[in-house]
């Protein structure tokens, strides 16, 4: 199993989801890849941060994601990809 693979079942096996076997690839690969261990603890300590959220959430992370890019975006059009040009004047 790649580190890649690992990660797309990450959210399987922290909800329980997956079959025996795969369960025990996955701890297996944890053990023995510290890169994938750590993914695994912030993935686990996001689920319960977000288990422990009110229902009513203001925005779901999707959306929220979105958003982001498209804040950047308005960012970039307001004050240009390249900001290190210090204008002299308007
Ligand atoms: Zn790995």
Request: glycine share 6%.
């Amino acid at each position: 199993m790649t580190c890649a693979e690992l990660l797309q079942l990450l959210d399987d096996y922290l909800t329980g989801q997956l079959f025996y076997e795969q369960q025990q690839v996955v701890e297996l690969h944890v053990s023995t890849c510290e890169h994938c261990r750590t993914q695994l603890i912030s993935y686990r300590y996001t689920l319960l941060a977000v288990r422990q959220l009110p229902k009513q959430l203001p925005l779901p992370p999707q959306l929220a994601q979105r958003l982001w890019h498209v804040m950047q975006a308005e960012y970039q059009r307001l004050y240009g990809p390249d900001n290190t040009h210090q204008g002299s004047g308007g």
